[in-house]
């Protein structure tokens, strides 16, 4: 009885070890992926402000002439 109940115990023990590292594994990758999400969404922002930044750049008179088109 003894011998089955340390079995029992050492089984759980690593059981318990490795369902953690597998969860432990799945956050990182969630995490990588997370974080390439974020750089993209970065990379798409500064995009579209420097293009913003660029219309505001430009001579009033071109400005004028291309609002005018609208």
């Not at 993209?40 to 400005?63: I, M, W």
Request: proline share 3%; aromatic share 2%; charged share 25%.
């Amino acid at each position: 009885m003894p011998a089955a109940l340390a079995a029992s115990l050492l089984v759980a023990v690593f059981l318990g070890e490795h369902v953690a590292n597998d969860r432990a594994h799945h956050r990182g990758t969630e995490g990588i992926a997370a974080s390439q999400q974020l750089m993209q969404a970065l990379r798409v922002t500064s995009q579209k402000l420097d293009l913003a930044y660029r219309g505001r750049e430009q001579p009033a008179d071109r400005r004028e002439t291309e609002e005018n088109r609208s």
